[in-house]
């Protein structure tokens, strides 16, 4: 198999495992590319991308943007803030007239779940989710997971505890739904209030008690607290959060194993995790922001070739 069973990247729910394993295999062959002192390719040099944000972004806006120019791609910045979004323009609108200069793909992070489903239903164009309000977050789990496989060798048969605001995370749901499609254990920690009653019905394991959840685990993906997103307030101070759920070196220092400390960023130090975790030889943090730029380049190119079949 060599291509991928979509025309766009939604989310996870619509990957195949076969879908995944491919992006992995082509993501391995960019990353051997990106070690070369020439680390850019021809493979998109026809083709037309824009990075449409209409929310903030630092690492996958960036990595994005470099994927597109390692595989020679035209591209296009959009940013809602600097746009004419502010004069009332819907988002049909401003992509149709933006397609009509001959854009191929659209990469799209928008603060409405489903606003990139919706796009799909109205435009040819192939598009990319970066992240759609507490919705699904693709490409960070698909980096997630080919991180994992990089360091413990495979994804499958692993045990992934993801600690934190589990309810509100796009990052948490996509893990969740990537890492069973792989055969992985998942485990979810958090305050009570931050786990949806929904979430064993995706078959995780729930725990409440981080200490618990670091013994059983093999890696600990943290997440951010996302108080923009939350509009009541769901525990009493942050100073307790961190408390009871931030990852600090005595936590680690008490297991008799070594476990992966991964984060998608931004952190919050301090909070989820304290700055001698973040900067210790169990974090992968940065070999995460780093795997996002191959397997960003995966599935651009396997989308783009779908695009011209
Ligand atoms: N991990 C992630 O999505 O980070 P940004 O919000 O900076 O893109």
Redesign the pocket.
């Given at each position: 198999m060599n291509s991928l069973s979509v025309k766009h990247l939604l989310g996870i729910k619509y990957l195949t495992r076969d879908d995944i394993e491919l992006i992995f295999a082509t993501a391995d062959e960019f990353k051997e590319v990106l070690s070369r002192k020439i680390k850019k390719v021809p493979s998109l040099r026809d083709t037309t991308v824009v990075n449409l944000f209409f929310e903030?972004?630092?690492?996958?806006?960036i990595s994005f943007e470099l994927a597109e120019k390692r595989l020679s791609a035209d591209i296009i910045n959009f940013s809602s803030s600097a746009s004419s979004v502010k004069k009332g323009e819907t988002l049909i609108d401003t992509v149709r007239n933006i397609l009509s200069m001959k854009v191929d793909m659209i990469v799209m992070r928008h603060p409405a779940p489903g606003a990139p489903v919706f796009l799909s239903r109205h435009v040819e164009a192939s598009i990319i989710n970066a992240?759609d309000g507490t919705n699904e977050?693709p490409t960070?789990a698909l980096l997630d997971a080919f991180s994992i496989r990089e360091k413990l060798g495979a994804v499958e048969g692993k045990k992934v505890a993801i600690i934190g605001d589990i309810r509100h995370s796009r990052v948490a749901l996509s893990n969740i739904l990537l890492l069973k499609k792989m055969n992985a254990e998942v485990m979810v920690v958090g305050p009570p209030t931050l786990i949806p009653n929904y979430i064993e019905s995706l078959g995780v394991r729930v725990e409440y008690d981080v200490a618990a959840a670091l013994r059983w685990c093999d890696a600990a993906n943290l997440l951010r607290i996302q108080l923009e997103r939350q509009e009541i307030q769901y525990f009493p101070s942050m100073r307790e959060y961190s408390l009871y759920f931030g990852i600090n070196k005595k936590l680690l220092d008490d297991l008799d194993k070594e476990i992966l400390i991964m984060h998608?960023?931004?952190i919050n130090r301090g909070v989820e995790v304290t700055s001698e975790v973040a900067d210790s030889k169990h974090s992968i943090i940065l070999d995460q922001v780093e795997n996002g730029v191959a397997v960003r380049m995966a599935v651009l190119y396997l989308l783009s070739g779908n695009r011209m079949n």
């Open positions: 903030n972004s630092t690492r996958t806006r992240g977050h960070q998608p960023g931004p």
